[in-house]
Nanobody, 118 residues
Framework: QVQLVESGGGLVQPGGSLKLSCAVS????????MGWYRQAPGKQRDLVAG???????NYADSVKGRFTISRDNAKNTVYLQMNSLKPEDTAVYYC????????????WGQGTQVTVSL
């Protein structure tokens, strides 16, 4: 089993910044992928950014140049630095973890609310 604990959400004004963190524990093997997804009300959950244990990253087009995903393998923690936030970034953000040997099994955090508003 794998457990994920997220932190760092909140309310921020447009143009502001937030940093999300997700600590992963349990049955962690390499290679693996950590990622962030988001889900706005009435919409599906979409990938925001992902990073492999080797450091390869990918981003949704809507956040490229504004968000940065990173990880600390020693702490099994993944981060999402969000800059130049827009109202359309408002959503519940979920951390996700997958071991490559069992890639069909994804583990999720509890979600953290990010609200971008005046």
């Amino acid at each position: 089993q794998v457990q994920l604990v997220e932190s760092g959400g909140g309310l921020v004004q447009p143009g502001g910044s937030l940093k999300l963190s997700c600590a992963v524990s349990g049955s962690i093997f390499r290679p693996n992928t950590m990622g962030w997804y988001r889900q706005a009300p009435g919409k599906q959950r979409d990938l925001v950014a992902g990073i492999t244990s080797g450091g390869i990253t990918n981003y949704a087009d809507s956040v490229k140049g504004r968000f940065t995903i990173s990880r600390d393998n020693a702490k099994n923690t993944v981060y999402l630095q969000m800059n130049s936030l827009k109202p359309e970034d408002t959503a519940v953000y979920y951390c996700n973890f997958r071991n490559w040997y069992d890639s069909n099994t994804g583990y999720w955090g509890q979600g953290t609310q990010v609200t971008v508003s005046l």
